[in-house]
């Protein structure tokens, strides 16, 4: 059974961009793992006439819609209102709210202004949903052929009521499970993956196929529909073992996880330990490996050179590396990869330099990047030229070192080089 | 003039939950900031039909729309599909885009996949937009009395579109003039801020006052409206000493920069150079401050010593410290700082150790910070005890760090430490 749900957000500070719809998409989220559908999701500020139009126009379309905020005690607090003129009913104050919100002010230890018993007010034909958390009841009522949730705007009421009564309500009338894989892939455009997965993406519905671009990464889904979770994994199975021999090495993980928490666990099961040689990056592939709890386990720590001084100096580049090739070339990257294992006393030394922009930087134009890895046995280096402004630089070459790490660990081959020392 | 806008996000992800609608927030800011008026926000899945039907709802009611999403090379990128199908025309292959991608590619030094030439169509009547960022050009058209603007739903192109073309144009219809100040401050919770300016925030209109807490910091925004930038920016003037004088010392601008612009431009001013030693952040606090181009001048590198081996081996902290008081503590905070700045030769030496969590370290629990400065003549520790996760842990403690530095080059009061030695 198809059920279609639209998601309402009520609220002024949303259209003047003061907060996030936070709730639309913690709701989506939360709405696809029961295997409801979600089509749309609209937003309106406090404004009777508006919220009443929304209202009508999303139950026109879906068959279950959810309402979030303005049932608060203040005057701007219209949802209620808006809810009375959609069913063209008057409202009635329900004795047991205005019980609960009175001890409530009593459990507090302040009086309560009067003006709060508006949320006892309920549109004729509507139920109650008690709410656990906070002060704002929730309402549920049916009109022109949908059903209406009206919950509160606060993120932790709304999940409550969404938890406890929402989910499992729609999960019931779904009557199926919503089973999603996701692969994550570094080192490859969003448009190459379409090309090689052009033909799943069209032939297969169930499990349906989709890509995400972020952050220099390209996350493709698997979601599969079935009547039970067991059923919908075996569906996925065939298609994502498909989709990872297709992209070969560029998949880091079939399993959501962070390229820093793959490499932090191979490092681990290998009983090896990093450090870092940072020049373009200023720190940010130290920080981002350090994001995972434990990380201690395999990383002793990096050495943030930003100047030629603090690369002669501190990390011991030579002389005739800076004079000569420079600060931004693979010699320096080797060395720097070298020095910094040594330094740390670490199995794995990583390395970066590079001119993350707008300026060209010891001779090489923005967006330059060089890499090295020496694991002593093994030592690589990459040149990467990046467009794109100076964080996206700096994102990318991070993302590139730390899968040229992964890839050494996997023993996987690597992309080549676009530059040439 | 009033200028009603709306915007509609286009794209399945955001229905599924897998992103939150950020682009909807920060255009809904940037549009309020030129005093248009925004009504409404939809989000549509990557389906021609709805896609469709949503703009011609949104052009019903709105002068202008802002569409973002679905301009890129990938099958399910359907939007100029749609644009045509509400336009009834056809689309054209623009042949100065496909220059332009092709001309990309040869830059990128790789093959264009052939798919991409679906970003050069072009639907009849339809003006473009070349991208600045990225490969997505923009679309503008008019229907049903509405001007459409579409835009690549990657944050920076299309912030990059809308503050070169779309802000600037919609500013000019609006008539009206909004002028915005935004002080930024650190180490003062919002409710404290609030608090400070409960008066101002309830007697003034115009200028209105809006606090904003995000990432341990608190901005607060003055909004004037007039007939001229001069104008409103006459009425901001006494609102914006009122509030910088009632603030104090946690004001670290009134000109909208980050922590790290003001404390780079200070160093930069003093002619003096930092280091910095890190532990619990990983190198968050170099990367932070090697965002801002040109951060040589005035930082020469970190060392993350994430081990107690690299603490002593790299940096030299004495093996009594870390047997002592340990690793999380004042001595050790202030034996980095002294360390790091004499090995990268610098003149300011920051450091941070700490227990991120979510367990205890070096026995301190999850939460404790320690911070140093060191600048030969003036020595500084400061403790703090930050609750939440370990990436709030993070975030806080570089934001105080950086904050302390900010406080010595100025010559300002520190606010006290929290944890005692």
């Not at 005690?73 to 104050?93: E, Q, Y």
């Not at 603090?310 to 720097?336: F, I, N, Y």
């Not at 990467?384 to 993302?399: C, H, K």
């Amino acid at each position: 059974l198809r059920v279609r749900v639209e998601i309402l957000g009520v609220g002024t500070e949303l259209l003047l961009g003061q907060i996030a719809n936070t709730n639309a998409r913690w709701m989506s989220e939360e709405l696809a793992g029961v295997g409801v559908d979600v089509e749309h999701h609209q937003v309106v500020g406090d404004n009777l006439d508006r919220i009443v139009a929304a209202m009508a126009l999303s139950a026109s379309r879906a068959d279950v819609v959810v309402v979030t905020g303005g049932l608060g005690p203040t005057p701007d607090d219209i949802t209620r209102d808006a809810l009375a003129s959609l069913l063209d009913t008057a409202m009635v104050r329900d004795p047991s709210i205005e019980e609960f919100l009175r001890h409530r002010f009593v459990e507090l230890g302040r009086p309560m202004p009067e003006a709060n018993l508006r949320q006892a007010d309920v549109p004729i034909g509507a139920h109650v949903i008690m709410p656990r958390l906070g002060s704002a009841p929730g309402l549920v009522a049916d009109a022109a052929g949908a059903r209406l949730y009206l919950l509160p705007g606060v993120p932790a009421e709304m999940r409550e009521m969404m938890t406890s009564t929402v989910l499992p309500e729609l999960a019931g009338r779904a009557g199926a499970r919503i089973v999603s894989r996701v692969l994550r892939c570094a080192e490859i455009g969003e448009s190459r993956v379409a090309e090689i997965l052009d033909d799943l993406f069209h032939a297969s519905a169930n499990p349906s196929v989709a890509y995400l671009a972020s952050d220099g990464e390209v996350k493709v889904r698997l979601t599969a529909k079935a009547a039970t979770d067991a059923e919908a994994t075996l569906l996925i199975g065939p298609l994502l073992e498909a989709v990872r021999a297709r992209l070969g090495d560029a998949v880091f993980t079939t399993a959501d996880e962070s390229l820093e928490q793959v490499v932090g666990r191979r490092l681990e099961e290998a009983g090896r330990h990093i450090a870092i040689a940072e020049s373009l990056t200023g720190g940010g592939v130290a920080t981002r490996l350090t994001r995972v709890p434990g990380a201690s386990r395999y990383f002793r720590g990096a050495a943030v050179v930003y100047s030629a001084e603090a690369k002669r100096d501190v990390l011991g580049v030579s002389q005739a590396t800076l004079d000569g090739p420079g600060a931004v070339s693979e010699a320096c990257a080797r060395e720097m990869a070298g020095n910094v294992r040594r330094l740390f006393d670490a199995d794995v030394g990583l390395s970066l330099t590079g001119a993350a922009g707008p300026d060209a930087h010891a001779g090489a134009p923005a967006g330059t990047v060089w890499i090295g890895l020496d694991a002593g046995d093994e030592r690589r280096a990459r040149g990467l030229r990046v467009s794109g402004g100076r964080e996206r630089v700096r994102r990318l070459a991070g993302l590139a070192a730390l899968d040229l790490v992964r890839r050494h660990l996997e023993g996987r081959s690597l992309p080549g080089s676009d530059v040439h020392a």
